[in-house]
């Protein structure tokens, strides 16, 4: 099976950069993808890795260290609006599915 | 466009009703997941299917719940009887064919309560 780790909380001050982990343990996977949850929203896609490094997407980035059984999410320029709970989630099953990590609730402090 | 729909959002029901959870997929999706998100748990892929079919349902908790998806623009999830321990909000997905799942549009969620 998988298995993700992630902090449950972070803080953060409004225009800092912030870093979410998220650890896992996997007898294979295709890559890692974290979504972003607003308190009773639906989950949203920010970001996917494939390979081994860092990808870029505005605001955030991602990045995927195989060797490592790491990744992790960065947020540039907070926003207060950044508030909510970020999950990182391996991709699996032929490409098909996806395992969540515990999620990472982020609050951003004036 | 529309993205993915789900009714009803909100359903309470008394132990030992059955549920029924609609979902319909974004236009052109061939893929479909069901989720379930709770405090203890977290978000936990319960079922999903590929062209209508279902590929993997290990995630489903026991037989009180099934799932099917008689065409691609409609997929229902139903509890019976339904317990207590099965109140949380269960999320319905697509995805778009000739990617894998990384990139999932989820539906508003249906948050069921059973007393």
């Known amino acids: 099976g998988q298995s993700l780790e992630q902090p449950s909380e972070v803080t953060a001050v409004e225009g800092a950069i912030v870093q979410i982990n998220c650890t896992y343990q996997?007898?294979?996977?295709?890559?890692l993808s974290w979504y972003q949850q607003h308190d009773g929203g639906a989950p949203t896609f920010l970001s996917y890795?494939?390979?081994?490094g860092l990808e870029e997407t505005g605001r955030f980035s991602s990045f995927l260290s195989r060797s490592d059984s790491y990744g992790y999410l960065l947020l540039q320029e907070l926003q207060m609006k950044d508030s909510a709970s970020y999950f990182c989630?391996?991709?699996?099953?032929?490409?098909?599915?996806?395992?969540f990590g515990t999620g990472t609730q982020l609050k951003v402090e004036l | 466009d529309a993205g993915v729909i789900q009714s009803p959002r909100h359903e309470v029901t008394e132990m030992g009703q059955e549920v029924t959870l609609r979902c319909k997929p974004i236009?052109?999706?061939?893929?479909l997941f069901w989720y379930r998100q709770t405090m203890m748990r977290g978000l936990e892929l319960l079922i999903y299917?590929?062209?209508?079919?279902?590929?993997?349902d290990s995630g489903m908790p026991e037989d009180r719940f099934s799932a099917k998806m008689p065409n691609a623009s409609f997929s229902t999830l139903k509890i019976q009887p339904s317990e207590p321990r099965d109140s949380a909000v269960y999320f319905c997905?697509?995805?778009?064919?000739?990617?894998?799942?990384?990139?999932?549009?989820f539906g508003p969620g249906t948050r069921l309560t059973v007393l």
């Open positions: 996997t007898s294979g996977f295709y890559g």
């Open positions: 890795n494939a390979l081994d």
């Open positions: 989630a391996l991709v699996t099953g032929g490409g098909n599915k996806l395992t």
């Open positions: 997905a697509s995805s778009r064919p000739g990617t894998s799942a990384n990139e999932q549009f």
């Open positions: 299917f590929n062209n209508n079919v279902p590929i993997d």
């Open positions: 236009s052109g999706h061939n893929s």
